[in-house]
């Protein structure tokens, strides 16, 4: 999948995903028709995650990970990695 990375407040001003809790880091947003929300999933170098939120731009293969700060999120950029659904 395509990677990008988010802060807690780029959504919402407040920090809250779509699914109610809030963002933090070992949150990803999602398109729930590939990957369904409250799913866990592992992505190596970020960990393990739920899914727990969705992005305008987040359609298709593309997963977007919730970062601490800014310049971890600069650092990540953009990026191919491999998605593994947990049970």
């Known amino acids: 999948m395509e990677a990008t990375a988010y802060l807690p407040t780029d959504g919402s001003v407040h920090g809250i995903t779509a ?7 070992g949150i990803v947003a999602v ?3 590939v990957i ?3 799913t ?12 727990a939120d969705v ?3 987040i359609v298709g293969d593309r997963i977007d990970l919730c970062m601490e700060d800014y310049s971890e999120a600069m650092r990540f950029g953009r990026r191919a990695v491999k998605v593994y659904i947990l049970e």
Not at 19 to 25: K, V
């Open 19 to 25: 699914t109610g809790i809030p963002a933090r880091h």
């Open 36 to 38: 369904p929300l409250g």
């Open 55 to 57: 992005g305008g731009a």
């Open 40 to 51: 866990r999933v592992y992505i190596p170098g970020y960990g393990t995650a739920l899914a």
């Open 31 to 33: 398109d729930p028709d």
